[in-house]
T-cell receptor, first 113, second 112 residues
């Protein structure tokens, strides 16, 4: 049973399109995150939700909009995709306390052509 | 602003060697530190979590230490194996309501 699962694993799309990435966790965690790993493999936080409430919203273009329908799901919708959006996007989850271990999904490799 | 640095960026060792990966962070006010492993094209696998009140954690051949006052952590891998080849990432959790801040990783290659 996969703890944090993302779909799709690969996404190839044209510039200007709108796409969504879905994330689900079955760990009973109340905090979920989206991270972006750039071409240099550096991981950077984008968003964080705690109990469906947006906690962190880093400097990310407003073309990116997270949505959390419930504590177990955090989706990422991207409008008007640009070449620079090509990256690997990781979903993660943890219990709300800062003392707990974070678990990551397998990533979604987005390629914008 | 918290920054995490990992040295070296890459490391190649023969099988069987013991090795140490280094991680440093600029703000010692952290709640925990987590080490991850990332295989090419894969997600992150959590290896060890050290809470701020702890000095070290062990899991099998892995031992991670934490010195908050000096802003340093080390990951010790004993008797390395080719299967240990991966990128190792260090991340710290700082202020409450924030998220893990990552270093750029150390890419380890263990040759047989």
């Amino acid at each position: 049973d996969t703890a944090v699962s993302q779909t799709p694993k690969y996404l190839v799309t044209q510039m200007g399109n709108d796409k969504s990435i879905k994330c689900e966790q079955n760990l009973g965690h109340d905090t979920m995150y989206w991270y972006k790993q750039d071409s240099k493999k550096f991981l950077k936080i984008m968003f964080s939700y705690n109990n469906k409430e947006l906690i962190i919203n880093e400097t990310v273009p407003n073309r990116f909009s997270p949505k959390s329908p419930d504590k177990a799901h955090l989706n990422l919708h991207i409008n008007s995709l640009e070449l620079g959006d090509s990256a690997v996007y990781f979903c993660a989850s943890a219990m709300g306390s800062q003392y707990t271990e974070a678990f990551f999904g397998q990533g979604t490799r987005l390629t914008v052509v | 602003k918290q920054e995490v640095t990992q040295i070296p960026a890459a490391l190649s060792v023969p099988e069987g060697e013991n090795l140490v990966l280094n991680c440093s962070f600029t703000d010692s006010a952290i709640y925990n530190l987590q080490w991850f492993r990332q295989d090419p094209g894969k997600g992150l696998t959590s290896l060890l979590l050290i809470q701020s009140s702890q000095r070290e954690q062990t899991s099998g051949r892995l031992n991670a230490s934490l010195d908050k006052s000096s802003g340093r952590s080390t990951l010790y891998i004993a008797a390395s194996q080719p299967g240990d080849s991966a990128t190792y990432l260090c991340a710290v959790y700082g202020q409450a309501g924030t998220a893990l801040i990552f270093g750029k990783g150390t890419t380890l290659s263990v040759s047989s």
